[in-house]
């Protein structure tokens, strides 16, 4: 069977491996529960550059499962879906709308749209900055740290963690990324119709349904955990008459009970079942967020079954990446640290902005917005165009003029009030720093950049672009002239 296996880092990128990646898991991997096999507790928790502060540490926290308390290998295996519930090739062929009267519009999409937008004259009430730069300046400081000979895939999902997918992807295989990681065949095929010709794998089983869909896009390696949707995957995959066959990867628990076959006689099955379509290629066998202790004897088994070019993979970076190299085994899936640098707890690549629309004085007895807070002083409230539907409700400080002032009142669907009683200079139309990098006295302001909502247009930035960042050397100029050296420098670092 023929299987275009990716592109492996050169030896030679990889040779400038920190010794902080030997020196010990990091904040969060620590957290992380069932990676801590013993093998990976030696370590002296020291943090690195790549530190997470408390805030996203507990966000990714809510998501993760914590250990189960027995072995895998104790766990029955999963009830098989019923026939009933299996999708018949009528189903899966059955022809359904034509691409004429579909009308899709997914945030999972940033391939279309202007390549250029002018800031000055943007109609946007509300944008978020994503500087690319920074993104493959953050993918090239990561890219030592990863296992010589091992792969490096960097993880889009989420829309590139809210960053726009195509934007995040390019970025990070300019940065030296081979492969990419989606979540959805929609960011797959996004990234495809954009030009990027890296291995894109979709890192999650789709519904049933979507099998055909799957085969029919072909050039997305798919990670499989069902035999029925193998099955299903197989005929469609089949039926394509391509010349290659689809990649397949075969996705086993152990530990967060979230995605994969629980045994390894299950996996194994799989496998065989691979093996026998003649549509499909097995390329590789992974596990997230589990336990290498556990999940090498898998791994073994794989290799002495279909072969040593079979391709395990388990490490994240939450989960196994940081706590030592023993961890990257065939390739590393990369995704939140891409997106942090330099100890911020979110984004350091994104800024989220708005502008002040209204300017309003407030007295003693007047009462503010929804919940009618009362007011207990003379005020100056700014008002800004983004709210609720723009993801802003968990937006409670923001930066005007360099300046951090206070959210007050209770947000609307498209509106906030600001404290601006401390910036007497602001003015209606001052940019409004929702998310970002930084006030003037160095305070970072973090929204977890994947809950912005997906309307919020984003907008690539490099360099020294960017509506915040050129105020901000305005302010750093008038505050050098004015002999604020101190501001200066510290803006400048
Ligand atoms: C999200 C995800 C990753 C990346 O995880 P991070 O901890 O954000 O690096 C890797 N693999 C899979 C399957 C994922 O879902
Ligand atoms: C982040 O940096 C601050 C200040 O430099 C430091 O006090 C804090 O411990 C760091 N946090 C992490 C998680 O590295
Ligand atoms: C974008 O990132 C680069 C690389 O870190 C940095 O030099 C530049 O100042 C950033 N741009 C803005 C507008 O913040
Ligand atoms: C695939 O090939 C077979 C045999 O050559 C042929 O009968 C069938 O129509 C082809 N299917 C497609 C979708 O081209
Ligand atoms: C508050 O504003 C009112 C109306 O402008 C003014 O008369 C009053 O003196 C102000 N009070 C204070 C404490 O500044
Ligand atoms: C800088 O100073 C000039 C002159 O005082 C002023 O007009 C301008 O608004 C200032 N710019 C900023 C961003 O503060």
Redesign the pocket.
């Known amino acids: 069977m023929i299987g275009p296996l990716g592109t492996r880092l050169s030896a030679t990128a990889c040779l400038a491996v920190l010794i902080a990646t030997a020196a010990g898991p990091s904040v969060l991997g620590r957290q992380a529960g069932p990676m801590q096999s013993e093998a990976a507790s030696s370590g002296n928790g020291q943090s690195h550059e790549f530190g997470y502060a408390a805030p996203i540490a507990a966000v990714l926290q809510a998501s993760i499962a914590p250990a189960p308390a027995t072995a895998v290998t104790a766990a029955a295996p999963a009830p098989a879906l019923s026939a009933a519930m299996a999708v018949s090739d009528e189903d899966l062929f059955s022809p359904g709308l034509s691409g004429a009267e579909r009308r899709r519009f997914t945030v999972e999409d940033d391939s279309t749209g202007p390549p250029v937008l002018d800031l000055a004259t943007t109609d946007s009430n509300t944008w978020l900055e994503v500087n690319y730069t920074q993104l493959v300046a953050t993918g090239r400081r990561l890219l030592p740290r990863v296992k010589p000979g091992t792969i490096a895939m960097a993880m889009v999902k989420g829309g590139g963690y809210g960053h726009g997918v195509v934007t995040a992807a390019k970025a990070f295989l300019e940065s030296g990324y081979a492969e990419i990681g989606t979540g959805t065949l929609n960011e797959a095929l996004a990234l495809r119709r954009s030009g990027v010709t890296a291995p894109v794998h979709l890192c999650y089983q789709p519904d049933i349904q979507s099998a055909r869909a799957v085969a029919h896009a072909h050039d997305v390696q798919v990670y499989v955990e069902d035999k029925d949707f193998l099955s299903a995957l197989c005929r469609a995959a089949t039926a394509e008459n391509k010349t290659t066959p689809v990649l397949v990867h075969i996705t086993v628990s152990t530990g967060a009970v979230r995605e994969g076959v629980r045994t390894e006689a299950e996996a194994l099955a799989l496998g065989h079942q691979v093996a026998a379509c003649p549509g499909l290629h097995l390329r590789g066998v992974m596990t997230h967020h589990g336990r290498l202790d556990v999940f090498q004897p898998i791994v073994k088994a794989f290799k002495d079954t279909f072969g040593q070019d079979i391709i395990a993979h388990m490490a994240t970076s939450t989960s196994g990446f940081f706590q030592g190299q023993e961890y990257h085994l065939d390739l590393v899936r990369l995704g939140t640290v891409n997106y942090l640098f330099g100890n911020q707890s979110s984004s350091s690549a994104a800024r989220w902005l708005t502008r002040i629309t209204g300017i309003k004085?407030v007295?003693?007895g007047d009462m503010l917005g929804y919940d009618e807070t009362s007011v207990t002083?003379?005020m100056t409230i700014a008002v800004t165009n983004a709210g609720t539907v723009d993801g802003a409700d968990t937006v409670t400080e923001v930066v005007i003029r360099g300046k951090v002032c206070r959210v007050v009142g209770h947000g609307g669907m498209n509106m906030h009030m600001i404290d601006i009683t401390d910036v007497p200079d602001a003015k209606v139309g001052d940019l409004v720093m929702m998310h970002g990098c930084c006030a003037d006295d160095g305070r970072f302001l973090n929204v977890w950049v994947p809950s912005i909502w997906p309307n919020v247009e984003r907008i690539e930035i490099r360099g020294s672009e960017g509506a915040y960042h050129q105020e901000q050397q305005m302010r750093l100029n008038n505050a050098t002239s004015s002999g604020s050296y101190a501001l200066a420098q510290e803006l400048q670092d």
Do not use: D
Request: aromatic fraction near 0%; avoid cysteine; hydrophobic fraction near 0%.
């Open positions: 004085q007295h003693p002083r003379n």
